[in-house]
Every structure is written in structure tokens, then in C-alpha cells.
């Protein structure tokens, strides 16, 4: 007989520890002893624990909706783990304390054995490839079970069908943009376009059960995050028909709360608070025609950072540990369509955004210099939003500083520019030699 933790880690993959199948029980469990002590008064007295719950009491029809709270909670934490360890790479940050944790990420020198992009979960440090596999498992898991369900049994069964397939999609989407490679459910090594296929897959399940229950905004965020992977995989005129399907001020946000670790906005806890990140040289003093773009906040304190070395540029996007994240936008559904057209159009979606934002127009008919202002345009709108790490992939830019240059505290800069498969994957997935 296998216990539930057992049937979790076949399910989910090598990649799932019982510490992370444990993650899962408990933080769906925990949420239900939440409620019910709720409608009691008092959690007093609640003698259960989430780490004894079994799987198979916690995923009923009865649970459907915090099963998808579940899975929205652990993308959520991954997604701020993602930006500010992705960020690091991409120069969008810079690592600026004694700590040793963060060094790899600005280094850009990858451990695949012991390194904390491959080890760490959200609840211990600043992982990348365990909370977003945490996170992509739990969403397919709850998917899984609300098709095996009926509309009689669940309330609202397509809007959390929807739900659940646009977080996968998300998940997916981070993996193949930061990850070299990813496996799924014991499954092969899939490098990203195989992962973006499937991210291309969950949103339209998403589509299409946000289209049938009448959600506005779910449908927006499908076509966002449907775009998005299409643009991953050079799918321009796909991800330019989804693009242009999206309601103009869309927004859709992760949101966060300063009461729990995991629920921080970590971009705020490293930057702002624990002052040992600091905002990347590059992203200083961001600029278009003369003036100062109010995209990138970001000021310079008049101190040091936590390793009294480096000046403490601070980023002022995100106010507070409970500032939301935007996951999907229509500013990036205008400047999805953009790429995928350029020419008039793309000009035109660029001073839609300038506009916005209070430059002066960009006028060109060269489609190589509305390329480049393309490029210049995401950095500045998706600045700590997750977009910067793909886009040095998809787009081959350079990596700034450039590999081979110094490191402040010794070596030097490395080449990488994703993240590589964690050892504990290859050695644990018998379809990976």
C-alpha cells in the first residue's frame, strides 16, 4: 500500500520531495481548517494536521475551489521568486550582500547539484525550478480532477477549470523562458519550445472554459498567457490574432500580503526592506528622447547596501511587501502585436504606451529601428515583471555585464542565461539518462 505522499511524488515527478508533496497537503489542508474554524469563530482547539491529511480526503468536489486557491497561492510565491531570481540574471537586479545565496543568479554560474535556483523551495529561499514545478503539478493535478467532475457537483466548474489552466499555462511559460530544460510528470528532458507547447495547451483549455462560462476577465488572461507562449515559439501571427482579442486596461494581478513568508512580495523583502538586491546599472537611468522614463522607478537612497559596498539603488514599482504583480496586461498585448506586425502598427501601439506614460511619440518607417525600440519598450513596461530573462533568449540580446568581465568579489561574469536542469531530476527520472 502507498501512502498519499507516495501517489503524490508518482504523479507530480522526480522533481517532487515528500517535502514538497507535504507543501501541497498542507497548504490545501490548512486552508480548509481555515475556513472551518472560521464559520466556528475560533481556530482554538483545531487539533489537525496538515501534514497528516490524506489526498484523498482534502480532493472532493466540495474542496474544488481551494484546490484552485491552493494552486493560485503556490504559483503566486513562485512567480516572485522567479522575478528577482531571473532578474539577477538579466541584469534587471544586482546581488549586493555577504550572503552567498544570491550570488549564482548575478553570476550566472548555475550549480545543477546544491545551487538554490535548483534546491530551494518558497518556504526555504529563492527557488526557481521546485516552486514553479510545485506550482505547474498542483494546477494540472486540480485541472485533472474538475474535468473528472461534474457542473452538478462543483459550483462555477468552468470559471475554476479556467483558473487552473491559465496558472499551468503561467508555470509552463516561466519554465520554458528561465529553465534549459524541464520534466514533467516523470517524463523525458523537454527543451522550452516542447515546454511553450504545452503552455500553448493550457491556456487554450483556459480559453475555452472562460469562453463557455461568460468570464471576461479569465478570457483576457488566457489570451494574454496564449500570446505570450505563441511569441515563445515564433507563432507571430497566432500570438498577434490572440493579442488583439484583449480588452484595452486589462490587468490581472498576482496579489501578496506582508502576514506570511511566502505570501511577500519578495522583490520588495530583497530590495527595499533587506537592502542586499539593488536595482541593475542598466535600469538606472532609463531614458527615451531626453527624458526620464516613470516606467522603470527606481532611486538612489544616498547609502549602501547590506554589503557596504555597493550604492543602494532602490525600485519603486512595488510600494510594500502586499504591492500586487501584474501577471498579464494589455500593455503586453500591445506590444505582443507589435513585435508580430511591426511596420505602422507597431508605431502606433508604441505611442499608445508613450502616451500612457507621458513621452514624447516615436515616429520611424524602418522596421529595424521598430524593432529595437520594441525591445527598449519591454524593458521599460515589464521592468520586475517577469519578461526580461525570455526575452534576452528569444530575442538574443547581450547579457549585461557581459560574460568574461570581472566579478565584484571575485571570478567572473559566466554565459548562462537559463537555468539548467537540476541534478536531482536527472538522477531520480528513469526517462532521463
Not at 480548509?32 to 472532493?60: H, Y
Not at 529553465?179 to 510528470?185: G, Q
Not at 506570511?260 to 535600469?283: H, K, L, M, Q
Request: a neutral charge; aromatic letters at 8%.
Amino acid at each position: 500500500m502507498h501512502s498519499s505522499e507516495d501517489h503524490i511524488k508518482r504523479r507530480r515527478g522526480a522533481n517532487t520531495t515528500p517535502h514538497v508533496a507535504r507543501e501541497y497537503l498542507g497548504n490545501v489542508a490548512l486552508m480548509i481548517l481555515l475556513v472551518e474554524a472560521t464559520a466556528c469563530g475560533s481556530l482554538v482547539g483545531v487539533e489537525s494536521s496538515p501534514s497528516r491529511v490524506d489526498a484523498t480526503a482534502v480532493e472532493t468536489p466540495a474542496n474544488a475551489a481551494l484546490l484552485v486557491s491552493g494552486a493560485a497561492a503556490n504559483f503566486t510565491c513562485a512567480f516572485a521568486d522567479y522575478i528577482t531570481g531571473a532578474g539577477l540574471v538579466s541584469g534587471e537586479l544586482q546581488w549586493a550582500s555577504t550572503s552567498p545565496w544570491g550570488r549564482e543568479y548575478d553570476q550566472r554560474v548555475f550549480n545543477p547539484a546544491s545551487g538554490f535556483y535548483a534546491t530551494q523551495t518558497c518556504d526555504t529561499g529563492l527557488g526557481i525550478y521546485k516552486p514553479l514545478s510545485t506550482a505547474r503539478w498542483q494546477a494540472d493535478h486540480t485541472l485533472e480532477l474538475l474535468k473528472g467532475w461534474t457542473d452538478q457537483q462543483v459550483q462555477n466548474r468552468q470559471a475554476l477549470i479556467a483558473t487552473a489552466a491559465a496558472y499551468s499555462g503561467y508555470a509552463h511559460v516561466l519554465l520554458g523562458e528561465g529553465m534549459c530544460s524541464a520534466a514533467f510528470d516523470l517524463g523525458p528532458e523537454l527543451k522550452p519550445d516542447a515546454i511553450f507547447v504545452r503552455a500553448e495547451d493550457r491556456f487554450t483549455q483556459a480559453l475555452t472554459a472562460a469562453q463557455a462560462a461568460s468570464l471576461p476577465n479569465m478570457t483576457n488572461l488566457a489570451l494574454v498567457g496564449r500570446a505570450r507562449a505563441r511569441l515563445d515559439l515564433g507563432k507571430k501571427a497566432e500570438a498577434a490574432a490572440d493579442a488583439q482579442l484583449v480588452t484595452d486596461g486589462f490587468v490581472f494581478n498576482a496579489t501578496y500580503s506582508a502576514a506570511r513568508f511566502r505570501t511577500n512580495n519578495f522583490i520588495f523583502a530583497n530590495v527595499n526592506r533587506d537592502e542586499g538586491v539593488v536595482v541593475g546599472a542598466s535600469f538606472r537611468a532609463m531614458a527615451y528622447s531626453g527624458t526620464s522614463d516613470p516606467r522603470v522607478g527606481v532611486r538612489n537612497v544616498g547609502r549602501l547596501a547590506a554589503d557596504h559596498v555597493t550604492p543602494l539603488w532602490v525600485q519603486t514599482k512595488y510600494a510594500s511587501l502586499d504591492a500586487a504583480v501584474p501577471i498579464a496586461t494589455y500593455r503586453e498585448a500591445l506590444l505582443i502585436s507589435a513585435e508580430a506586425q511591426l511596420g505602422q502598427p507597431a508605431v502606433d501601439a508604441i505611442n499608445k504606451l508613450h502616451a500612457r506614460a507621458g513621452l514624447a511619440p516615436f515616429s520611424s518607417t524602418d522596421n529595424a529601428q521598430i524593432m529595437q525600440q520594441i525591445i527598449y519598450e519591454r524593458r521599460a513596461e515589464f521592468f520586475l515583471e517577469s519578461q526580461a530573462l525570455g526575452d534576452i533568449r528569444r530575442l538574443s540580446l547581450p547579457l549585461t555585464p557581459a560574460a568574461g568581465v570581472p566579478y565584484p568579489s571575485g571570478g567572473t561574469y559566466g554565459s548562462q542565461s537559463c537555468f539548467p536542469l537540476p541534478d536531482n531530476e536527472r538522477l531520480n527520472n528513469p526517462n532521463i539518462s
